[in-house]
C-alpha cells in the first residue's frame, strides 16, 4: 500500500519539477526515502507519549493553522506523509501548494486515528515549514525578475538529506531547478578547470569522457574573465551554458554580447535581491542563487486538535 501511495504522489511531485535531468523513478526513491527515513528518526519504536495516554481506537481531527504570510508549500507532501504513517487518514485540502497565504488561513484538515495524525505530526510540520519559507523566498525573487526575460535558479547548497523537497518548494515559488545532484548534469567549476590544466583542456576531456561512456549530460562551464569566456565560446558546440561567475554589470554586459546565441548564460556569485534585477537587465538567461535553499526562515506552521 505504502508503495503504491508514495509512487502516485512522488508522480504528482515529479510532474511539477520537470526540468529535473533525473528520472521519475529516481526522484520516486528520493520521496520515499526521506518519508521513510524522517519517520524512522523521529518515531523510533513507537510514539510512546501518544500510546501511553490516547486509546488506539480514538478518532481525532487537527487542522494545518498558518501563523506568518508567504506562500505555502509541501501541502502534497503532507498528503504522501500522513499516507505512509495511516492510510485511512483523510483529508480535507483548502489551500493548495503555491498559494498565498496570510495569519490564520486553514490549509487542511486531517481527520482519523489520532495516534496516527500525531505520528505524522512534526515531519508534516518540519517539511511545511522550511518548503514554504522556501517558496516565499523565490518567489520574492521571481516578482523582483518581473518584465525580464531572466529566470531564477537554485543551487545544490541545499540540507543534506532532504534535497528535492526544497528544490520541489523553488518550483512552488516560481523558480526553475539547476542539476539536482552531481550525476545528472556536467559542471566544470574553477577547481576542475584548473585541475584538468585549462578551460580547453577541462571541456576536451569531458567530451571525450561522454563519449567513451555514453552519457547524454548537458556542459556548463565557468568563467572567471572575459578571456575565458573567449575561450569557451572556442568550444561552443559541446557547452549547454556559460555560468559568469563574480562578474560586475559592464563586465557581464560584455560577455552576454560575447555569447550571443551561442549557448545560454547564467550569472551567479553574491547575487542579492539589491542586485538580481541589474544582473537581468545586463541579458542573461539565468540567475542562480544559493540563498533560495541555506537562507531562509521558516514559516510559522502548526498543526491544532479541532
Request: hydrophobic letters at 45%.
Amino acid at each position: 500500500m505504502f508503495i503504491i501511495v508514495v509512487y502516485y504522489y512522488a508522480f504528482v511531485i515529479f510532474t511539477q519539477i520537470a526540468y529535473y535531468m533525473i528520472s521519475q523513478e529516481q526522484f520516486d526513491q528520493e520521496i520515499q526515502g526521506i518519508i521513510t527515513n524522517a519517520i524512522r528518526e523521529d518515531v523510533g519504536d513507537g510514539d510512546h507519549s501518544s500510546l501511553a495516554c490516547i486509546p488506539a481506537s480514538a478518532q481525532g481531527k487537527a487542522k494545518l493553522l498558518v501563523k506568518d504570510e508567504g506562500i505555502l508549500a509541501g501541502v502534497a507532501f503532507a498528503k504522501a506523509v500522513f499516507a505512509y504513517v495511516d492510510p485511512s487518514l483523510t483529508l480535507e485540502i483548502l489551500i493548495e501548494d503555491g498559494s498565498p497565504v496570510k495569519y490564520g488561513d486553514i490549509a487542511f484538515y486531517v481527520s482519523g486515528s489520532s495516534q496516527s495524525i500525531l505520528k505524522a505530526e512534526r515531519l508534516v510540520l518540519n517539511a511545511m515549514q522550511r518548503m514554504s519559507a522556501i517558496a516565499t523566498k523565490t518567489a520574492f525573487f521571481v516578482n523582483l525578475l518581473e518584465g525580464t526575460s531572466t529566470k531564477i535558479l537554485d543551487t545544490r547548497k541545499t540540507t543534506p538529506g532532504i534535497r528535492a523537497l526544497e528544490k520541489w518548494a523553488v518550483k512552488i515559488g516560481g523558480g526553475d531547478n539547476h542539476r539536482f545532484a552531481l550525476y545528472d548534469m556536467i559542471m566544470l567549476k574553477d577547481n576542475h578547470i584548473d585541475f584538468a590544466g585549462g578551460i580547453t583542456q577541462a571541456i576536451q576531456k569531458t567530451v571525450a569522457y561522454l563519449k567513451e561512456t555514453r552519457r547524454d549530460l548537458k556542459i556548463i562551464v565557468e568563467a572567471r574573465d572575459l578571456q575565458e569566456i573567449k575561450e569557451i565560446i572556442e568550444s561552443h558546440e559541446d557547452v549547454y551554458r556559460i555560468l559568469i561567475d563574480n562578474f560586475n554589470y559592464e563586465d557581464t554586459r560584455a560577455a552576454v554580447a560575447l555569447i550571443g546565441d551561442k549557448c545560454l548564460t547564467e550569472s551567479s556569485g553574491g547575487i542579492n535581491e539589491e542586485t538580481i534585477r541589474d544582473y537581468a537587465l545586463c541579458g542573461v538567461d539565468y540567475i542562480s542563487s544559493g540563498a533560495l535553499t541555506h537562507s531562509v526562515h521558516n514559516l510559522d506552521l502548526s498543526l491544532k486538535a479541532v
